[in-house]
């Protein structure tokens, strides 16, 4: 099924463009593998269940395996996830909680009878909806691919999701044929997980891509009160006029080279530049495990373990089955599972200079304000270098509530505040960036370079420690944001009336300054224990503990660690004599550890080994430049970025970050800051890597070193969101667009795929043991 059907109001929509030749056979990956786009709007954001759940069935190939029996399926929730790719907490998407892989397991059964009878696809689905087992039930029945005069072919998908009470707690169906396409939804549990009850109806037509209209209500219940939000749209050609049903219109430009259209990017492949085929890392794979002697599917990964939703995670020591696929078949290798509740990672130390990251957005805690223009002590600013007027620049902050962190404007109202380099002298300026190896930043201003601009800044690439590393150390010291178990069971478990700051040792939280007291750590294997001189892991996994303290949902990560006092030392105490030790030095040093324990997947170790001990070893993502090209017409399409070099990761196929973004309103495409109160901020890429190789230069390229040499991939957009650009309201009405409401469809059209006396009734769930044939859409045999 092609996700052109399953973005509804603005599925007609898709705009394309033109593809330039390239080096690679024109058979190669490189050239075959499809690209998707869907166009984010107002009336797509009240319909992301519904495309959420379709693009996870695209995911599951039914049209590739046709009458080859029921089969397992891994499907990554995440890629599928258009709320998530947008949400406004990725402002501040710092790593693994960004990337992090989140694996639903499938049986699919797809058969077609004969050439002209349709193709009927039966599905179950386990998925963790917000803490409750779903199964969900799907059925599809599909006559007729999309086509220029038909969009959204012919095809009728009904769903069930069902938890433990038996009740259909989604129900829902799609239905498309002779260019319309009706939608209905209705979810007790409120569609985004917010509680009480929603209610989705939406009818659309259209004669291809080149005009239609249509009407979606959402209808919203909790505690006892209910708010509709309507939407009537209309377009042509050239334009989307949209109405909310109380007289507030929008009008959007459709021509895709318009300078105010905005593409967003999910996800990017890599491609070997001489063969164009996929560049691929051995990131993960599946595995097979049983608990009270039932089976059950799971993904061991960089990042941990998934398990499909409701299956009680493996312990460590359990024996498990690693799939191997080769040969157009799967096989299976016995090993032992090996987990614990914490992970550590080592950042090695890579170098530029102050003038190679201009424009480059930094993330930077400042403790004391004293000497700058910044409006607020003890907060983490967006910085960055401006080679022109050779100072730092700071245009927003990151503001922290019950929600998470998000990006803000600076408190004062200021658009910026310029800040002398001085001002970091003394330790130097030490931060995060998304476009530096997603990692810490360390610019050596305590010893500037004369010129200015030719000041050393270091950042990192990173790598999993595992157990049997050879170079694992045998201590590590801390100086700020030191946990302990201790400190992280009474933070997790305080009561109201003895509140406790933060789960770190309580004279390290947030301590930048010089210390003459390092905290010291030893390792059991890759695990951090002590810091207290206790010997217990410093762990703490509790879910629900988690879901109180929202700042760290994705889990508590300790400040630098190093192997050597050496690698701290930071001076000597005037007073004492003693030897000081700071993190910003640590921040610096050629090698840093950092311990991250917490309730997700990404916060927690594990791995597989064999029977002689050895440990399967994943591939850490790797870091690739981008040298963003020149803009092509005034600020567009580059921005502020035109010209700069960015240092981008690379985690395996489709899974390429470091762009940065801002956000806009889903209303009106317009920026607005991601903490607005309005609830309406969509989080978006600042600008695409272009899918052009043929452009002199070449500009769809990233680049690798390693050992001296230089490797060249090629880059390609794999899916993305179009946020098209605002017009005046007067071009879509002179324009002889108007607005009126259709008919929608009712629950009288709902059906049930898990009720044996329906017409769509799956069947009884097949029990299949095999290994997943599909993963995230590639069928593995």
């Known amino acids: 099924m092609s996700n052109r059907i399953l973005t509804a109001a603005a599925a007609a929509l898709v705009l394309s463009s033109p593809i330039a030749g390239a080096a690679p056979p024109a058979g190669s990956p490189y050239f075959t593998d499809p690209q998707q786009s869907q166009v984010q709007d107002a009336t797509s954001q009240s319909i992301g269940q519904v495309n959420m759940i379709t693009c996870i069935m695209s995911s599951m190939r039914p049209d590739a395996l046709v009458n080859k029996g029921p089969y397992n399926a891994l499907i990554d929730q995440n890629v599928c996830n258009a709320a998530k790719q947008s949400s406004a907490s990725n402002a501040d998407s710092s790593g693994s909680s960004a990337q992090a892989p989140n694996y639903m397991a499938a049986v699919v059964n797809s058969t077609r009878a004969s050439n002209s009878d349709p193709m009927i696809v039966s599905a179950w689905l386990s998925l963790n909806q917000q803490g409750t087992l779903v199964t969900i039930y799907a059925h599809i029945s599909a006559t007729e691919a999309p086509s220029e005069s038909d969009p959204y072919g012919a095809f009728r998908l009904d769903y069930c999701g069902k938890s433990s009470s038996g009740a259909c707690v989604i129900n829902g169906f799609i239905q498309a044929g002779n260019g319309t396409l009706s939608h209905y939804e209705a979810d007790e549990g409120g569609g985004s997980g917010g509680g009480g009850s929603q209610i989705t109806a939406l009818a659309l037509s259209s004669v291809g891509t080149s005009s239609g209209g249509g ?351 050496a690698d701290a030392a930071c001076g000597t105490d005037p007073n004492t004599a003693m030897p000081q030790y700071c993190d910003w030095t640590m921040a610096a040093a050629a090698v840093y550890y950092q311990w991250q324990t917490g309730p997700n997947n990404w916060n927690q170790f594990t791995a597989i080994k064999d029977s002689s001990g050895a440990f399967a070893h994943f591939d850490a993502p790797f870091n690739v430049t981008f040298n963003v090209p020149a803009n092509t017409s005034g600020n567009f399409p580059y921005g502020n970025y035109a010209g700069t070099t960015m240092i981008l990761q690379y985690g395996g196929f489709g899974n390429l970050w470091g762009i940065p973004g801002s956000c806009v309103s889903s209303l009106t495409n317009q920026p607005i800051a991601c903490n607005d109160p309005s609830g309406t901020a969509l989080y978006v890429a600042a600008f695409e890597v272009p899918y052009d190789p043929s452009a002199t230069p070449q500009r769809g390229v990233v680049t690798m070193s390693s050992g001296g040499s230089t490797t060249t991939y090629l880059v390609k957009w794999l899916n993305r969101q179009i946020l098209l650009a605002q017009k005046p309201v007067s071009t879509c009405t002179n324009a002889g667009l108007s607005t009126s409401s259709a008919a929608l469809p009712s629950a009288s059209g709902l059906a049930d795929p898990s009720d044996p006396s329906s017409a769509v009734y799956n069947g009884v769930e097949p029990t299949v043991s095999s290994a997943p044939r599909v993963i995230q859409g590639q069928v593995m045999y």
């Open 215 to 565: 009407s979606v209500d959402v209808t919203q219940s909790q505690n006892g009160q209910s708010q509709t939000q309507s939407f009537n749209f209309a377009y042509d050609s050239s334009y989307y006029y949209r109405e909310d049903g109380s007289n507030s219109f929008e009008c959007f430009s459709r021509d895709a080279s318009d300078p105010a259209t905005v593409f967003s990017v999910g996800q990017y492949g890599l491609y070997d530049a001489s063969s164009g085929e996929e560049v691929t890392l051995n990131s993960g794979f599946p595995i097979q495990y049983s608990v009270a002697n039932q089976s059950y599917q799971g993904y061991v990964g960089y990042y941990g373990l998934s398990t499909q939703a409701g299956a009680p995670a493996p312990a460590s020591g359990t024996l498990v089955k690693k799939v191997d696929y080769q040969n157009g078949g799967a096989s299976t290798a016995s090993y032992t599972l090996v987990t614990h509740g914490g992970v550590l990672a080592r950042f090695t130390r890579q170098t530029t200079t102050l003038k190679l990251i201009d424009r480059i957005q930094l993330q930077v805690f400042v403790n004391d304000v004293t000497g700058s223009s910044l409006p607020d002590a003890n907060t983490s600013y967006l910085i960055s270098w401006s080679e022109a007027s050779q100072q730092f620049i700071a245009t927003g902050e990151m503001q922290c509530g019950s929600n998470g962190c998000q990006t803000g404007p600076l408190s004062n109202g200021a658009a910026s505040v310029a800040i002398e380099p001085s001002f970091w002298s003394s330790g130097g300026l030490q931060g995060w960036s998304q476009s530096l190896g997603g990692g810490s930043v360390f610019v050596a201003l305590n010893a500037p370079a004369t010129p200015l601009d030719a000041t050393p800044v270091t950042y990192y690439t990173q790598d999993l420690v595992y157990p049997d590393d050879p170079n694992l150390p045998a201590a590590l010291y801390c100086v700020a944001n030191c946990p302990t178990a201790a400190t992280l069971q009474s933070y997790f478990t305080q009561s109201s009336g003895s509140p406790v700051a933060s789960p770190f040792l309580s004279a390290t939280f947030n301590a930048w300054l010089p210390t003459t007291s390092p905290i010291a750590y030893a390792l059991s294997g890759n695990v951090l224990t002590g810091g207290d001189g206790s010997s217990t892991p410093a762990l703490y996994t509790s879910s629900a503990a988690y879901q109180q303290y929202p700042q760290y949902q994705n889990g508590v990560s300790s400040g630098h660690l190093v192997a050597s006092l």
